[in-house]
């Protein structure tokens, strides 16, 4: 099986030439929510999805979507490189730069592309190799690294595929609040602006407002705040960590300033809403979880 990198979020695995075949499938169990990116170093590959049969020589690339049902054989005597990614990285990688939309349509798609031997050589083998020493670090294993090598990796790619003159449509609105959603659940920790998030996600202002408030009845402030507010009364009822560690935690310096933010939101102080708590903790003997899906 493929390496899990960084917990589940990234596989990865070079495929040197041996004496049997090798099948990996992707679209379905541990791979369901997983990407494949795959470059033939030497020999050739078969690639089945959607019925089809895809027979892939020496030098080639490709790139199966997210979510989508497929199964790539490697024969013996093939060398092979298999990198995929879990779709909740999906942002992360792409970015929003202005190269970040026709990396999208590329990851929306089934990829086929060759190269010359010394394009391999020279572009792609050097970031997997870089790759491999990354995870080999083991414990120290930094995930912006590996993102940015998987996104130079997709840029090097989508330029074999003559992507460079698809024109970007505008992105629709439940896709920027998609990743506007999944942006706030990587960095609702750090206290980041809205103004920061208009600026990763490639947008105005006033276009993130209208669509928070035309879909979900709320601004990006309040999205924002509501979801520190989960974490804070997640940590509160299930922890027992002091309320300045708590407020630490979710990019407060001072205690006060958390106090003053949880109090606004919930009429309660953070010492309080604990007390109130435990004492109904003690009644009913329930302890409600909050997640990401539990959102507006």
Known sequence: M????????????????????R??????????????????????????????????EEWSLFCIPHQKKAKVIVPPGSHVWLLGYHFEMTYVVLGAESDSQRLDILMRQLTIAGCTEHDLEARFLPLLRLFRDEFDLAKHRSRSVICSIIRILLISLYRFVALDSVTPQEIPDDTLLQRFRQWVELEYRNRRTVSYY????????????????????????????????????????????????IANGLGYNDAS????????????????????????????????????????
């Open 23 to 56: 099948t990996f499938s992707t679209g379905s169990d541990s791979f369901e929510s997983f990407n494949l990116i795959g470059i033939i170093q030497r020999g050739d590959l078969y690639l089945e999805m959607d019925n089809a049969r895809h027979d892939l």
């Open 2 to 21: 493929l390496t899990n990198i960084l917990g589940s979020m990234v596989r990865f695995e070079e495929i040197k030439p041996g004496l049997q075949p």
């Open 198 to 245: 208009c600026d990763v996600l490639n947008i105005t202002y006033d276009r993130l407002h209208a669509i928070c408030q035309r879909n979900l009845g709320k601004s990006p402030l309040q999205l924002i705040n509501h979801r520190i507010l989960m974490e804070a009364v997640a940590r509160l009822t299930s922890s027992s960590d002091s309320i300045q560690t």
């Open 257 to 296: 300033q958390f106090s003053h933010f949880f109090k606004k939101n919930t009429t309660t102080s953070p010492a309080q809403f604990r007390k109130l708590q435990a004492l109904q903790s003690e009644h009913s003997g329930a302890n409600d979880k909050h997640a990401f899906s539990d959102w507006p």
